[in-house]
């Protein structure tokens, strides 16, 4: 799974954006009180990619 995509995924969660590479990306936001939803939620992503692969 590419970092940037799953960063680009999660960052709106906390009013932000993000980006990068696939093996790095970064991102930010204005809303740090959602960052447990944010790694939730990638959590959730990562399991689900796990699954299907």
Do not use: Y
């Not at 990068?20 to 447990?36: F, L, T, Y």
């Amino acid at each position: 799974m590419s970092a940037g995509v799953l960063v680009k995924a999660i960052a709106p969660i906390v009013d932000g954006g993000g980006g990068g590479r696939a093996q790095m990306a970064e991102a930010g936001g204005k809303n740090p009180e959602k960052i447990d939803d944010a790694l939730t939620k990638a959590h959730e992503i990562i399991k689900e990619k796990l699954a299907n692969a």
